[in-house]
């Protein structure tokens, strides 16, 4: 938060309230609820709106309708977002190395900058919002997973930027293992040798290489999501391949030779 602008907006307020001498625009101010009150009815409203609309709207003279805009942005707003909303809050969570493309189509087309009856004033509750861009197709194939029945997307994902991947809260292999302990210490899908199971990509949380690529996916690490769809699958246990039994899969990495 930057909280500097906060506290001035708010001490601004405050002087203004109290008829002291505070800026002439606060002092004046054309009370915008009279006629844009439907917009907060009832809602959850946004802490910078309680600031007063000037704290974003800077460049609206609203003596006449329509209004006159005074600046050069659009809907006398302070910037355009995110820079707007990067005023007052913290750029770091939106910045990390893997940002979602989504953050490119404005911080409002997931969050109402006014007031909503949605927690974090989202425009809807996820899952639906995921579902609003990402075809919710690749999530109800006919073995669900746990948590993406649920609609817990948030389990897994950040909204805005991670250093990992894929948008992931973690290390893809360290996310599962936070509900699937146990497959790390009981050999998998085969017994291999000394009992150690098939490779995971668990690096040296399973005594193994730290980076492992993917054999049958371009571009992407060997992790758990490379035999298993972590959002839904067509087997019990949402298996990429096609397959009657395990056995069935190997092909898809190794080549018989
Ligand atoms: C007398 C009623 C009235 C008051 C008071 C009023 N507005 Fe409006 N406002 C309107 C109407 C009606 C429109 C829609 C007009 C249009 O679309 O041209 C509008 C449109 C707007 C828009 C959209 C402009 C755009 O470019 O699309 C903004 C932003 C806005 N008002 C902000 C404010 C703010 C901030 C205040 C207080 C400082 C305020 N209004 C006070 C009636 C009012
Ligand atoms: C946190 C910043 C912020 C505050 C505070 C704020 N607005 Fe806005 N307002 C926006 C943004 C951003 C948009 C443009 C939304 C878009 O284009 O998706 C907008 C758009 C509008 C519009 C155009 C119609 C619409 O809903 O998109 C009106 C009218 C409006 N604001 C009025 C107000 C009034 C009245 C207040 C005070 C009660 C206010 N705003 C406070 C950020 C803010
Ligand atoms: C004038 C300062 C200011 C601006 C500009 C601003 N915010 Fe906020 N916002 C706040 C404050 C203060 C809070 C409440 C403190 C907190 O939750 O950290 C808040 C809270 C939030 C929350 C959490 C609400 C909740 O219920 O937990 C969201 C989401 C949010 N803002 C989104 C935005 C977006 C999107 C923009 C840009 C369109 C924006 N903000 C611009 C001051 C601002
Ligand atoms: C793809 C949709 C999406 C976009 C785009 C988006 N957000 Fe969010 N945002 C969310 C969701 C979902 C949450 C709730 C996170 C939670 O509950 O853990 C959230 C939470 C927040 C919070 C509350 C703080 C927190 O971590 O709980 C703030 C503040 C916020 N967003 C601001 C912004 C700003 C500023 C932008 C634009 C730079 C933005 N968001 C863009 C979906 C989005
Ligand atoms: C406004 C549209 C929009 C919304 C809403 C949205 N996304 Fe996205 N998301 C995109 C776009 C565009 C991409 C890039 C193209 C693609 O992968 O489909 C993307 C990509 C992603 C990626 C892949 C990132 C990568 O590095 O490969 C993840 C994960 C993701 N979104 C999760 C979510 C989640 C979780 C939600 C709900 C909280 C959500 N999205 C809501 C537009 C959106
Ligand atoms: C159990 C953890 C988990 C949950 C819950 C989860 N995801 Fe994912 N998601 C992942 C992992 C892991 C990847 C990366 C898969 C890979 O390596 O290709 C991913 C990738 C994605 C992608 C990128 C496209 C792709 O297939 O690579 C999108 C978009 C996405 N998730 C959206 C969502 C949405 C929307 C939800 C909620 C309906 C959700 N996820 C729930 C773990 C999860
Ligand atoms: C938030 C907790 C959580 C996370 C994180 C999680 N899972 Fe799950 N997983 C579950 C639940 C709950 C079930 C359903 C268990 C049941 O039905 O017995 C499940 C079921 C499964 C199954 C089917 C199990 C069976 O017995 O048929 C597989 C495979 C699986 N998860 C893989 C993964 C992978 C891969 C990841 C990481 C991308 C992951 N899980 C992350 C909670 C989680
Ligand atoms: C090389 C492919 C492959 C990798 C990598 C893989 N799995 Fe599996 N997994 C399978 C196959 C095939 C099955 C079903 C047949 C079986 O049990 O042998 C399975 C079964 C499961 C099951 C259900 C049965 C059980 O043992 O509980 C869970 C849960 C599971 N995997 C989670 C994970 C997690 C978590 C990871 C990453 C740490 C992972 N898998 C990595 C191929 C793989
Ligand atoms: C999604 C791809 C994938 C599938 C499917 C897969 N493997 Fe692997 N396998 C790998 C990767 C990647 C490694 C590690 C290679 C490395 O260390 O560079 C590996 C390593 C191995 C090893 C060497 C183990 C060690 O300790 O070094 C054996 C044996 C093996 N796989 C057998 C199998 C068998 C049997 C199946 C089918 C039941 C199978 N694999 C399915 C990708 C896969």
């Known amino acids: 938060m930057n909280v500097l602008r906060i506290i001035t907006l708010f001490l601004a307020l405050a002087a203004a309230s109290a008829g002291g001498p505070g800026p002439a625009s606060a002092k004046d101010e054309i009370d915008c609820l009279l006629c844009h ?15 007063g609309c000037p704290s974003c709207h800077v460049g609206i003279d609203a003596a006449d309708v329509p209004h006159r805009i005074t600046n050069s942005v659009k809907r006398g707003l302070l910037a355009d977002q995110p820079e707007l909303c990067f005023s ?35 425009t809807t509750t996820v899952p639906e919002l995921c579902f609003g861009c990402h075809d919710r197709g690749m999530f109800t194939r006919k073995v669900m997973h746990g948590p993406v029945s649920a609609g817990l997307c948030l389990q897994c994902h950040t909204p805005h930027s991670s250093r990992t991947d894929s948008l992931l809260l973690a290390e893809p292999v360290r996310i599962c293992c936070l509900c699937h302990a146990q497959i790390l210490s009981k050999p998998h899908l085969i017994s291999g040798t000394a009992g150690k199971g098939h490779p995971l990509g668990a690096g040296k949380d399973h005594g193994e290489k730290r980076k492992i690529k993917d054999p049958a996916r371009k571009g992407k690490r060997f992790t758990c999501a490379s035999c298993h769809d972590p959002h839904s699958g067509d087997s019990p246990q949402m298996i990429r391949f096609p397959m009657q039994s395990s056995m069935d899969i190997c092909g898809n990495c190794h080549s018989a030779r």
């Open 37 to 51: 009150g439907e917009m907060i009815e009832g809602l959850q409203v946004h802490t910078a709106v309680s600031m």
């Open 88 to 122: 007052c809050h913290d750029s770091k969570m939106f910045t990390n190395k893997f940002k979602h493309p989504a953050l490119d189509m404005g911080c409002s087309s997931c969050h109402n900058p006014h007031g909503s009856k949605n927690a974090r004033l989202l």
